[in-house]
């Protein structure tokens, strides 16, 4: 059995507290020193895939001596599987931008920027609504920081925070060369702060209640609670705030239909865990992480379509900018249907999965290469599915 925590669910994210201005008034009075302690000690990891330590993010951006700094919050959620930053935006989207200030005032920030995924336009009219009220407190809190809104064209590689900043900027979204990281060289090439919706939202969470409290959820690599998007084959899908650290089999105890094969979890660039690993399979940094995306599979799937349809995802979304992904997502798509057909023999897999690993070693940005993700974990474990 892995050490792992039950199954529990949490309401800190979209609990009513830490919405109004006293509120915000109270942890802005903090020092910078404080707040990044607070983060170091909580052990909050950033909730959008890669989970980079917040505080020590914070407290490379607060240490650069150029006065010009930026703090950019990651709406653009193009991961298949995840809905989660939506709906954060929609019900507690205050608690957004109080994270963003709280963050701003940490670093020494002048400017925020919100990048939100193009099809979340509609959110647009009641997050300027909000971002009025909160203009209005800043200058009542005597804080000189401002947040606007750029919106996605509907690039999934744009999530990608260097090819982010570009696409800011008015240039093509692609990723840039790291380092420099965005803490040195981040948005018109200063030093910037870019966390996912949820992570300012936790930050500003575990500065209100204490790292003490924070750190007693989760296990000791995966601290606190996060929210998940669950869909595919379950009777009940929605987002769910859970205590990290429990195992994929008590997760489909929960929310499976009572035949589940499979759990991808972490989206398409995320892995896929088959039955015979659910017990040991602990869905945080020590076994399988996620940005919060959980697809359901049940045993009326077939996962030969399911990876091929990431595959198709992938090769549409690959930048083109450097030739691993370029050329190996299009060969991995074409070369899973020669085997399909019967055209390559089954043997052909073995040189797909060693283009997959090359792509992990070589591919420029994290879109290639996570790509090998999805690809290794269902070819192993379904390979009698991705045959003629
Ligand atoms: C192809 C690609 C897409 C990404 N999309 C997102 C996204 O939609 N939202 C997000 O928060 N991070 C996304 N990321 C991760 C970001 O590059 C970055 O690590 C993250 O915004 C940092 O925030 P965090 O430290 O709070 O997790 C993506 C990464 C890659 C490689």
């Given at each position: 059995?892995?050490n792992?925590?039950?199954?529990k669910?949490?309401?800190?994210?979209?609990?009513?507290?830490?919405?109004?201005?006293?509120?915000?008034?109270?942890?802005?009075?903090?020092?910078?020193?404080?707040?990044?302690?607070?983060?170091?000690?909580?052990?909050?990891?950033?909730?959008?895939?890669a989970?980079?330590?917040?505080?020590?993010?914070?407290?490379?951006?607060?240490?650069?001596?150029?006065?010009?700094?930026?703090?950019?919050c990651?709406?653009?959620?193009?991961?298949?599987?995840t809905?989660?930053d939506?709906?954060?935006?929609?019900?507690?989207?205050?608690?957004?931008?109080?994270?963003?200030?709280?963050?701003?005032?940490?670093?020494?920030?002048?400017?925020g920027?919100?990048?939100?995924?193009?099809?979340?336009?509609?959110?647009?009219?009641?997050?300027?609504q909000?971002?009025?009220?909160?203009?209005?407190?800043?200058?009542?809190?005597?804080?000189?920081?401002?947040?606007?809104?750029?919106?996605?064209?509907?690039?999934?590689?744009?999530?990608?925070?260097?090819?982010?900043?570009?696409?800011?900027?008015?240039?093509?979204?692609?990723?840039?060369?790291?380092?420099?990281?965005?803490?040195?060289?981040?948005?018109?090439?200063k030093p910037?702060?870019?966390?996912?919706?949820?992570?300012f939202?936790?930050?500003?969470?575990?500065?209100?209640?204490?790292?003490?409290?924070?750190q007693?959820?989760?296990t000791?690599?995966s601290?606190?609670?996060?929210?998940?998007?669950?869909?595919?084959?379950?009777?009940?899908?929605?987002?769910?705030?859970?205590?990290?650290?429990?195992?994929?089999?008590?997760?489909v105890n929960?929310?499976?239909d009572g035949?589940?094969?499979?759990?991808?979890?972490?989206?398409?660039?995320?892995?896929?865990?088959?039955?015979?690993?659910?017990?040991?399979?602990?869905i945080?940094?020590?076994?399988?992480?996620?940005g919060?995306s959980?697809?359901?599979?049940?045993?009326?799937?077939?996962?030969?379509?399911?990876?091929?349809?990431?595959?198709d995802f992938?090769?549409?979304?690959?930048?083109?900018?450097?030739?691993?992904?370029?050329?190996?997502?299009?060969?991995l798509?074409?070369?899973?249907?020669?085997?399909?057909?019967?055209?390559?023999?089954?043997?052909?897999?073995?040189?797909?999965l060693?283009?997959?690993?090359?792509?992990?070693?070589?591919?420029k940005?994290?879109?290639?290469?996570?790509?090998?993700?999805?690809?290794?974990?269902?070819?192993?474990?379904?390979?009698?599915?991705?045959?003629?």
């Open positions: 059995m892995a792992n925590k039950p199954l669910k949490v309401d800190l994210i979209f609990s009513e507290a830490f919405l109004n201005r006293d509120e915000l008034k109270e942890v802005l009075s903090r020092s910078a020193d404080e707040v990044i302690q607070e983060l170091l000690d909580s052990g909050l990891r950033g909730r959008g895939g989970g980079f330590p917040t505080g020590l993010k914070w407290k490379f951006t607060r240490d650069q001596k150029d006065p010009e700094k930026y703090v950019v990651n709406a653009d959620e193009g991961e298949p599987g809905f989660k939506r709906e954060i935006l929609d019900r507690v989207g205050r608690k957004v931008f109080n994270g963003m200030a709280l963050c701003a005032r940490t670093i020494g920030a002048k400017e920027y919100l990048y939100l995924r193009g099809e979340y336009r509609f959110l647009l009219p009641k997050l300027y909000i971002l009025d009220e909160f203009h209005e407190d800043m200058k009542a809190l005597g804080m000189d920081f401002h947040i606007d809104i750029k919106l996605g064209s509907g690039a999934y590689v744009c999530g990608e925070e260097s090819a982010l900043f570009e696409s800011m900027q008015g240039d093509r979204g692609e990723p840039r060369n790291k380092p420099p990281y965005p803490t040195e060289y981040g948005f018109r090439g910037t702060v870019i966390n996912n919706v949820e992570t939202v936790s930050a500003l969470i575990i500065n209100r209640i204490g790292a003490e409290k924070y007693k959820l989760g000791v690599d601290r606190g609670s996060k929210l998940f998007s669950i869909s595919g084959d379950t009777p009940i899908p929605g987002i769910y705030e859970l205590e990290l650290g429990m195992t994929v089999e008590q997760f929960e929310f499976g035949d589940t094969k499979a759990v991808q979890v972490g989206g398409a660039a995320g892995f896929c865990v088959p039955r015979k690993k659910f017990t040991d399979t602990i945080g940094f020590e076994g399988v992480p996620t919060g959980m697809m359901l599979f049940n045993s009326s799937r077939s996962m030969y379509n399911v990876l091929h349809n990431y595959l992938f090769k549409e979304e690959s930048c083109g900018q450097c030739t691993p992904c370029r050329v190996g997502c299009q060969q798509f074409l070369g899973i249907e020669a085997v399909k057909r019967g055209e390559k023999p089954a043997s052909y897999l073995e040189t797909l060693k283009l997959s690993q090359t792509m992990k070693i070589t591919a940005c994290g879109l290639g290469q996570s790509v090998g993700n999805s690809f290794h974990s269902i070819v192993n474990n379904f390979r009698e599915e991705m045959i003629y």
